[in-house]
């Protein structure tokens, strides 16, 4: 029997689900961009700008479409430089040649310029390229989101970070902040997560993760109030157990508060494992919890 489900935070009845399904089938000649743009302008789904929330539903028609309950048309080819291209090249990628190795200490790298990303412009070509090439899970932005490019005294880029939306449902999170399904509901737009955080494989500096993340924390908040209208109380992140210790995490004062259950959420048959990972907390305000 199919049921309503709730995505990206909305509710969705089955028959509007049915529905949704039809209406993408009468309209073979959009793109997947265009649909979700279409079904934010029909459902007036917007942020607190007004602006579409076109990214949140992007993510929820992927998720229809995984369950099988709907179907997209093929993904089209996207020019570098657009929203929704994985991969974005820098100028000269193609001579790109690793700096060379550089290890010192935390003062010798302060103060750290935290540049805040803006989607086409030169420090996001190259967080994007860093991301992309560096980071084991590569790039991937869905729903509201805040980028840092990171500089030390001289100018040198040192570091990358991505905040995004939170996850949906996470049991130690919940359980931790003491959240009911409505509370979470309500108050998810409250909280970050820390998607992505690279330190560029060629900077080796005791004590700079740590530094970054308290450096971010503390200006996080204003960033996102400025870009989405709504301000940020706690941010939160997840760290794969087997592949890292979470030791800058908890060195600048996020708490660990439990861990994931090694399943998909898109796992229906309880069949797919995915990595177990630490789940962290950092309150943003005092009083948050």
């Known amino acids: 029997m199919e049921v309503a489900q709730r995505l990206q935070g909305r509710l969705v009845p089955a028959e509007e689900i049915r529905w949704l399904g039809e209406w993408i089938g009468a309209n073979p000649q ?14 007036e789904w917007r942020d607190g700008k007004g602006r579409l929330k076109d990214f949140a539903a992007r993510s929820l028609l992927l998720k229809l479409a995984e369950q099988g309950r709907i179907q997209l048309p093929a993904l089209r080819t996207q020019r570098a430089g657009t929203r929704w291209c994985q991969h974005r090249p820098v100028d000269g990628e193609l001579d790109w040649q690793e700096p060379v190795r550089w290890e010192g200490t935390l003062k010798q790298l302060r103060p750290l310029s935290f540049e805040l990303i803006q989607a086409r412009s030169a420090g996001y070509r190259r967080w994007n390229f860093y991301l992309n090439r560096y980071h084991y899970l590569g790039l991937r932005i869905v729903g509201e989101n805040v980028g840092y490019l990171v500089r030390d005294r001289a100018g040198r880029e040192v570091a990358c970070l991505l905040f995004g939306a939170a996850a949906w449902r996470c049991a130690p999170r919940d359980r931790f902040l003491g959240w009911s399904s409505e509370e979470r509901a309500q108050r998810l737009p409250e909280v970050a997560n820390n998607t992505r955080f690279l330190i560029l494989p060629w900077i080796h500096s005791p004590l700079l993760a740590s530094h970054i993340l308290g450096v971010a924390a503390r200006r996080i908040a204003a960033d996102w109030r400025a870009k989405y209208d709504h301000g940020l109380r706690w941010l939160e992140t997840f760290v794969e157990r087997d592949r890292f210790r979470g030791t800058c995490y908890r060195a600048a004062n996020w708490q660990c508060v439990g861990q994931t259950t090694g399943r998909s959420r898109q796992d229906r048959y309880n069949q797919l494992r995915v990595p177990v990972k630490d789940v962290y907390l950092y309150a943003l305000a005092s009083g948050s919890r």
């Open 30 to 43: 959009w793109s997947r961009k265009e649909i979700a743009r279409a079904l934010c302008t029909k459902w």
